[in-house]
């Protein structure tokens, strides 16, 4: 059997951290070969298979057709996907939000699409998706990404000393820091893994972060995706979202690439995990969070419906509403239910966070592990991936 995974196989981004993650899942099947989407950096460090271009497939006909099973599975949105000759087409794609884009290239992308794996279970009955017959819920195999998350009773590793950037309290300017610095200077830390992207509400976070009024550091691991991501981004994007210093108290950014290490040492010297986003495909970093046992403040909507139970101690209520939200991409559909978490809940969950003592936070990290794991395991994930090829 052989796998080819076209998407983007380089970056940090989630897209990119779940083709790797699905390419570990797939390599106890068969043959793993990968194919660059987005011309990003030299994925070698991180991408351990070879890669081939799309015109191999299309041209080299002997190899990838005959009596060779060949796969070829596109983690990326349908108007972007292509079709290939003589192989089995998978499209695995994350969508945020109750509806797809209807446009051409959209309806004609999931159109030619054999299978589709979607990685949470709410996206079965989005239209487009409701009537597809060939489709399987198949999770980020979160598990699968990294060798360090492999084994969640990991020894506490020495930080990495990646450079944060945060507001000086003395001169109310930009300095950078290390996570030894903050770590020694902050008893308590926050950690978000986000994006600039509008439905993670990055901006009210900040402001309900800044309501709290806490003693901790939050720390906010930022990408542009795709792009270079640099100090005087991070201002014009600061002054574009009317973020104002005064919010930025204790609050840290990291945008910097990293490395999964670094990701890693992020979870293990962190205290808890914070979110404020509108809509999850998945909710990758939440995952991750999970399996290194850091208690998670988050709502539980779209794809997060799979990761937390319904009882969580730390749930953010939120309501579903049709809005447009401001700096948003143009594929999203004005018709398009975001999950507003509610900012007086979320400041009251950062002051219960405090309140909590060890016992209460190892019942947390255990009822949220134990609901996680009960389909992200990796014996149901090799389970299922088995019976999807038996059946194709």
Known sequence: MKFIFRGDLGTHNGYARATRAYAALCSNFGEITGIRMYGEPDPSDRWKYPVIKEEDIFFDQKQYAGDVDTIVIQVCTPDLYIRFPNVKNVGCFFWETS???????????????DDLWLPATYMLDMCLTKSFKNKEVIPWPILFS???LDDINLPQQQPVNDKLIGLSATTSSFGTYTISEIKKRYKTIFLTISSIAARKGIPSLISSWHSANTS?????????KHLHFTGSSLIDYLNWSNIKHA?????????????EESIANL??????????????????????AIVNNIPVISPIHTGIVDLLPPDH?????????QINLPGN???????SIWNIPNKNDLVEKIKQSYEIN????????????????ANNNKSNLLSKMKNWINQI
């Open 99 to 113: 509806v797809l884009p209807l446009t051409e290239d959209w309806v004609f992308g999931l159109g030619s699409v």
């Open 146 to 148: 990294t060798e360090t």
């Open 216 to 224: 901790g550091a939050l720390i906010i691991k930022l990408s542009l």
């Open 247 to 259: 919010s930025l108290k204790n609050v840290f950014f990291i945008i910097d690439d990293v490395s």
């Open 267 to 288: 979870y293990r010297h962190s205290d808890f995990y914070i979110t404020n986003t509108y809509g999850e495909g998945y909710g990758g970093p939440i995952a991750e």
């Open 313 to 321: 101690a730390l749930r953010v209520s939120h309501e579903a509403l």
């Open 329 to 335: 991409l143009a594929v999203y559909s004005s018709a």
């Open 358 to 373: 060890e016992e209460q936070r190892l019942v947390i990290t255990q009822h949220q592990l134990a609901f996680f794991a």
